[in-house]
């Protein structure tokens, strides 16, 4: 029954180009002084393991490899901003595990059949292999945007049939399943452990998500490992007739297929702990017993209005609605700011503060690469001022810590302010100096005198160097977490300010013209009409500034 889908076309990166076409065009910064990042000297990793409830030191099973399975989406919809909470926490995982060394071998599945694609399929008049597989190139191309890396398999339910028939047969052979009328349950009374994960208990087992309420059951908690294909439904052939996998089974058959019966962490929403990854981790033992995970791990919810983001009950965002007003990275960096354990209050607010902050980190790199390119062909041999390199090295120490502490985001981002700010100051005083050298250049040509050797504190070129040290350091870290932008930083900032505009209901023209209008009133003298204007703008989340050469505008939180 299972049609083969062809692989969908790899993604774009934000900027439309290549990966390589990216790469090429993206600015030079001039190699000055500043170390490439490793991870030497990152401090032992701990992750919080939902089974035991606590934070412990990570160890792989094999040195230096890990494996990792994490659920993936039901592919009949658009995904949602839940859905890019899960993808981006469990991307920053596989990221700084990769920049540890250790080889990742990343598994998310897709579940392409399921009772909702089958229903939102007949309603459509399509297959559910068509519907299925268009809404798994929608997801990708949304987490490409959010600069999710691919995984190492994408498998899809319908492609591992056998492998899930094999599986549920040995959980019948194991007395923990039975077969009733063509549909296989799993029989929770024949395995003591059940609900070890989650750590409820029997009673408050009620039917529900996704688990049918059946009489034919031995008991009302068992839930379906093969349901017997229905009119109109598609099926595949089996030991127990015409039908399809449940819900929980593909996932236990898929991990051990590709990761082995015991494999490093298993990763999803907290919602998954209960049912989905109780009854995974029962099937794989019913069939298995060596079957182990080392880490569970679940991140928090989306929460709109103090209610959890779902699609059951029609309060949600798709990704798609977000990153229309949003750059994708302000999103990505949004969900980043609250640990990934945590619930994340979604609000237009919250938003635009990560949208001005990443704009804040953006420009101050742009503004920094454009002075040290100026200086890129000269020989510089001095070496990075002792004040911004104790700099760099307590933010890099810092920054590991936090990373392998259980992966602390909201911190690590929180860190590079004070770099940053050091990049302003830099700039700041290197502009100063460079116009006090010329002046007292100036001043000496006139005069004809020798000039005096007195060195200022510091020369143009420890600043420079204090330059290309900070900015090397925030963007070595920014690309761990998957913040540093595959395209040119000045593209990047048009786009945030275009969202701006978006966000604002302004064009450029539009933009334009009230900027016009605050310059004759200024001109005018009539203050009270040009201090309207910058406060409507500043609203709208539009700031203008007021520059030698005109009145320039950035993107602003509104107030």
């Not at 019913?286 to 059951?312: L, R, T």
């Not at 960096?333 to 990443?358: G, P, Q, W």
């Not at 100051?425 to 050797?453: A, C, G, H, I, Y």
Request: hydrophobic letters at 35%; one cysteine or more.
């Amino acid at each position: 029954m299972a049609e083969h889908t062809p692989a969908p076309a790899p993604a774009t990166l934000l900027s439309g180009l290549t990966v390589a076409e990216d790469t090429a065009a993206a600015t030079a910064i001039p190699s000055v002084s500043a170390p490439t990042t490793t991870a030497e000297g990152a401090p032992p990793l701990h992750l919080f393991n939902s089974m035991t409830k606590k934070k412990e030191l990570f160890v792989p099973r094999v040195e230096g490899k890990v494996g990792m399975y994490v659920c993936g989406v039901t592919p009949y919809d658009f995904s949602h901003v839940g859905h890019a909470r899960a993808y981006v926490a469990f991307d920053v995982l596989y990221r700084y595990l990769k920049f540890l060394g250790y080889e990742v071998k990343y598994v998310r599945n897709f579940t392409d059949i399921d009772d909702k694609i089958i229903k939102r399929a007949n309603q459509n008049g399509e297959t559910v292999t068509s519907l299925s597989s268009r809404f798994i190139d929608e997801f990708l191309a949304d987490v490409a945007e959010l600069q999710c890396l691919p995984p190492s398999d994408e498998p899809r339910v319908t492609e591992h049939i056998e492998h899930i028939i094999e599986l549920i047969t040995e959980i019948i052979k194991n007395d923990k399943g039975y077969v009733v009328d063509g549909d296989v349950y799993f029989s929770v009374d024949k395995f003591p452990e059940y609900l070890s994960l989650s750590g409820r208990k029997l009673d408050d087992n009620l039917a529900g998500s996704r688990v049918a309420v059946d009489p034919r059951k031995r008991n009302a908690k068992d839930f379906a490992l093969w349901k017997a294909a229905k009119e109109g439904e598609p099926f595949w052939e089996s030991p127990w007739g015409h039908g399809r996998p449940g819900w929980h089974i593909e996932c236990s058959a898929m991990s051990a297929h590709y990761l082995g019966h015991v494999f490093d962490i298993h990763g999803g929403g907290k919602d998954l702990i209960f049912p989905h990854h109780e009854n995974e981790l029962a099937q794989s033992r019913a069939a298995y017993p060596e079957s182990e995970v080392k880490c569970w791990m679940h991140n928090g919810f989306i929460n709109i209005d103090d209610q959890k983001m779902s699609k059951s009950v029609n309060n949600f965002f798709t990704i798609r609605d977000i990153i229309t007003l949003y750059h994708p990275l302000a999103l990505r960096f949004f969900l980043m700011r609250t640990h990934y354990k945590s619930d994340v209050n979604h609000s237009d607010k919250a938003l635009e503060i990560a949208s001005d902050r990443v704009y804040y980190i953006y420009q101050t790199l742009y503004d920094c690469d454009e002075v040290v390119s100026l200086h890129g062909e000269e020989n510089i041999s001095v070496p990075v001022p002792a004040e911004e390199q104790k700099l760099v090295d307590d933010h890099n120490k810092a920054f590991l810590e936090s990373m392998s502490d259980d992966l602390r985001t909201t911190d690590v981002l929180d860190g590079f302010m004070e770099l940053l700010k050091a990049i302003n100051s830099n700039l700041n005083d290197l502009k100063k100096l460079q116009q006090k050298l010329e002046q007292q250049k100036k001043k000496q040509q006139q005069q004809k005198k020798q000039p005096k050797q007195q060195k200022p504190q510091k020369q143009p070129e420890d600043h420079i160097q204090a330059l290309a040290a900070l900015s090397t350091e925030i963007k070595s870290k920014l690309s761990i977490l998957g913040l540093m932008p595959p395209s040119p930083l000045s593209e990047v900032l048009e786009q945030l300010k275009l969202k701006a505009l978006s966000r604002a209901g302004l064009t450029e023209e539009s933009l334009r013209e009230q900027i016009e209008q605050r310059v004759v009133a200024r001109n005018n003298k009539q203050f009270d009409v040009s201090d309207q204007i910058r406060k409507d703008l500043v609203s709208k989340g539009i700031a203008l500034m007021d520059e030698p050469t005109g009145t320039v505008w950035r993107p602003c939180e509104r107030e």
